[in-house]
Every structure is written in C-alpha cells, then in structure tokens.
C-alpha cells in the first residue's frame, strides 16, 4: 500500500514497518468494535490531552507514520462518544453490523468512484437493486422508481426538494413557491430550503397537533390561503419518524391534499424509513406510495456506517430532469443503458455508498432486519411499562418506531422546576457513564428522550438504565427540596 506513494522518501524498510502497524491497528480497531460494551460510552479528552493536540501541526517534513497513528488512537478513536454503543440511548443511532464495516473498509481500500456506471458496473447494479427494493417497500413501481445513495438525510432531503422545484416551479415563478411542513419536521429540511433560496415566508411551517403530528386541516387552509394571494404552493414535506417523538405523519392524508393542489410530496423517513421492512409495522405508514420521493437514511437503523442515505423517487426521470449536465470531458465514460450517478444528483465524484449494505442485506437476509426493527419498537415499550410502574414519571410522547420522552414529575415543583430537574436527571446520569441519553423540548417541557434502535441494547441495558434514571431522580428531588 505505501510503496505507491513514490513520493514518500521513506526507506523500504520503514515503510514495511508501518504497513505490519496499520495492519495490527486495523485488527485491533475491530476488536475494540467486537468489545464496544467493555468501553465507556463517552471519554472526552481531558484539557491537557487538548493542548497537547492543539500543539501538533501540519510537517513540512513527513514524520513516522506509526507514531502519527498512536496519536490518532489517543487523541481522536479512543477519546469520543460511542454512537453505537449499546447503551448510548440519544440522538437516532445504531449498533453498526461488522458487514457494514467489512463493506466499508474494502470500498474505501479499492476507492472506485460511482459518478458513472460504466466504471464499476456491478457495483452500479448494487446501488440500482438496493434502490429498487428499497422503492418497494414504499410501493413505488418498479418500472420507473430509482434512487441514489447520498451521504446523509439532509442531503437527501435537500436534493429531493430540487427535484421537487424543477418539477413542479417554472423557473421565473421560483418567487412565488411556497413549500409546507410540519414545526416537527427535522431542521436540515428548514435549512435546505435557506440554502435554495427559498425565503421565510415562502416557508410554512404548521404546528403540529396533540400527537406531534401535521395537521392536515391546517395544511389544507394554508394551502387555499397562499393560492387566495396568487403564491404557489409546489411542496409538502412529512416526516416518517420524526426526530424528537419518532412520529409519524399522516402519510396517506397528506398524499391525498399534495395531489388535489398538485404539490409534491416529500417523506422525510431519515429515521423511520427502516420500519417498512417490518411487515408488522409497514402499516403505520399507509398512504406513503402517494408519495413523490422518500430519503432513508441506512446509517440511522439499518446498522450501517456513515455515510449512507438514499433518496427514492417514484419517477428516476423526475431526478435527471433536475440534475444532469452533459459536460465533453464526461462523454467516453457516460452509459447509455443506465443513469449515471452524476446525472441524478449534485455530486460528481462519489464513493460507493451502497456496496456495505449490499453486503449487510446479502449476509444477514431480510428476516433478520424485520426482526431487528421489531425489537426496537419492542424495546420502546419496554421503557413505558417500566416507568409506568413507577411513581412520579409521565409520558409525555407515547413509543412510536423506536423513541420515547417522558419526564420526571413530582407533583409540588413549578414548570421551570421541572425543565431544571429534568436536564439535571440526564446530565447526573450521562457523568455516571453507565448510558448516555439526551433531553429535548416537547411544548415547552423538557423531556427525556431515549432512543431505543441499538440491536445490541438488552432488556437487561435497559431496565439497569430505568433504574438509574429513577435512583438520579429521587435523590435529585430531594436535594431541590432541601434547598428551596
Ligand atoms: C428525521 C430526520 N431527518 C433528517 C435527519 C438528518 O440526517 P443526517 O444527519 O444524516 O443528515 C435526521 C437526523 O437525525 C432525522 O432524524
């Protein structure tokens, strides 16, 4: 591997040497993976470790590449949060499946670039298949559905709204569109819109009901409203699995109101897109094949590593409309029998993002993902009826894919008391180390979130943390009362 850098004036010898380290530092790394549940989930580097790093710059003179890597593990792989640790219950994140990581290590090793087909066709026909199965779990037909694996939701999202802008907007009537979603709705659907222009009040963002939900009577008023003052409502954007509540929104509603105003309709199923695998929970999202265009992010629930989404559209030709550009110095490498990646979507240089959960897919079978996915929703209810036997805890958004958020309540502290109490609770309890868990704010409250979507999380993992939580909370609730 380093005897391709000619450049590099190290001796043959040493660079043998570094080689036989990565080696070993590439074994250790998947060990430290296989034993993820004997490390903690969070070690920040202290302040001395940062100044000593703040300390290293960039060499005029290549320095000893093994020494380089010591740093890293030091500094950077072992001084970070876990995301995938079983017991890491914040943000939407997962256990990560050693296929993904196989996959991933052998495409970044062969690096092919997936702008175009025709230079690595099979792996071309992985991201086509992946996307197929994908779009039909979303009942897209499969005829004209296509897709293409993008490095993140927001992205995804981002690329789904041009598409929807060059479909539905002459381009001299962009001035006038106007877009829909939800106050729940992920903030990187907000800044895609900023980023294409769009300004505030071509941005209606709806509050959402008693259930976290769009409201589709409000969405349909606003929808007459702007049409009344001759703007031009051309997008609707729903959520499969909202990011605080895991909540989905009322797909086939919204399906049915985008097409009586001809809007288009985008699902944000970043987070939830996974539960279609389930055939238990695929129904939840009923009305989602009305839609226009899906994004699905693998690296939330599907057990991949970053960087792994998938826009879906029901019509391929909808993305190519919107992104292709035929430059000279393209043509002898452009297919003609598929669509190359730089012609449905913003990138032209890529790495092949579909091959670790082709590999994932082939290896474990979908029988095991449904069963994965089940056990998340599972693993969300185990936490209600565990806190519902306790005293002084409130749901405050009931489990929906694999998210819960309830809070600590005794009956005698103000509102503000209970927002302080609450982040205390989780503050106390992320300083123990034994979970790691996040708050947010639901109608003005500040809830604990856990999100239950870690294959590797036990009941036992859970249960503990319930227990630890409650422990925090009452000895916390009695120092506040002490001191007030
Ligand atoms: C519902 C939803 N949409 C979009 C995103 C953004 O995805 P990414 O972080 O991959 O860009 C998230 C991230 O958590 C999400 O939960």
């Known amino acids: 591997m380093f005897d391709r850098l000619k450049f590099d004036k190290k001796n043959e010898e040493e660079k043998k040497r570094q080689l036989i380290s990565l080696q070993k530092r590439l074994a250790e790394a998947l060990k430290a993976h296989e034993q993820i549940r004997e490390v903690p989930i969070f070690t920040a580097p202290s302040e001395q470790e940062i100044k000593e790093f703040e300390a290293i710059t960039i060499p005029e003179e290549g320095r000893n590449a093994v020494e380089v890597e010591e740093e890293l593990v030091k500094y950077v792989f072992t001084k970070q949060a876990l995301l995938q640790h079983p017991r890491f219950f914040s943000f939407v994140a997962s256990a990560v499946s050693p296929y993904s990581l196989a996959g991933a290590m052998l495409t970044d090793i062969y690096n092919s670039n997936a702008g175009s087909f025709s230079l690595s066709p ?251 996915i089940e056990y998340s929703f599972y693993n969300a209810k185990m936490v209600q009826r565990e806190l519902e036997r306790r005293e002084n805890w409130e749901i405050i958004s009931k489990p929906s894919c694999g998210t819960i958020n309830f809070r600590y309540a005794p009956k005698d502290f103000s509102p503000e008391q209970l927002n302080e109490l609450n982040l205390d609770i989780t503050k106390k309890l992320n300083e123990n180390g034994y979970a790691y868990i996040v708050t947010t704010t639901l109608k003005e409250m500040k809830t604990i979130r856990m999100c239950m979507i870690n294959a590797n999380s036990t009941a036992e993992d859970i249960l503990n943390t319930i227990e630890l939580l409650d422990q925090i909370a009452k000895e916390l609730t009695e120092e506040k009362r002490k001191m007030s």
């Not at 499969?142 to 992205?155: A, K």
């Open 122 to 372: 099979c792996a071309g026909l992985i991201e086509e298949k992946l996307c197929t199965w994908m779009a039909s779990y979303a009942g897209y037909p499969e005829e004209n559905s296509g897709g293409i694996f993008m490095s993140g939701g927001s992205l995804s999202t981002l690329s789904a709204i041009i598409a929807a802008r060059t479909n539905k907007l002459d381009e001299f009537d962009i001035p006038k569109g106007v877009a829909y979603l939800s106050d729940q709705a992920h903030s990187s659907v907000r800044k895609a819109l900023r980023m294409l222009g769009f300004r505030k009040d071509q941005i209606v963002i709806l509050r959402s009901d008693d259930d976290f939900k769009m409201d589709v009577e409000d969405l349909e008023r606003a929808i007459q409203k702007d049409l009344k003052e001759g703007r031009i409502p051309f997008l609707v954007i729903g959520t499969l699995g909202t990011t605080n509540t895991g909540t989905i929104d009322p797909l086939s509603e919204i399906g049915d109101i985008a097409k009586k105003y001809n809007l288009w309709f985008h699902v944000d199923g970043a987070y939830g897109g996974s539960s279609l695998i389930s055939p238990i929970y695929r129904n939840l999202s009923k009305g989602i094949e009305k839609s226009d265009s899906l994004t699905w992010d693998s690296h939330k629930w599907l057990m991949q590593t970053y960087s792994c989404s998938t826009l879906l559209v029901k019509d391929k030709q909808t993305l190519v409309d919107a992104f292709v550009e035929h430059p000279e110095y393209l043509e002898d490498v452009s297919s003609t029998d598929h669509i190359d990646g730089w012609d449905k979507g913003p990138e032209m240089s890529r790495p092949q993002r579909a091959i670790k959960l082709w590999f994932t897919v082939q290896a474990t079978g979908t029988h095991l993902l449904e069963e994965m």
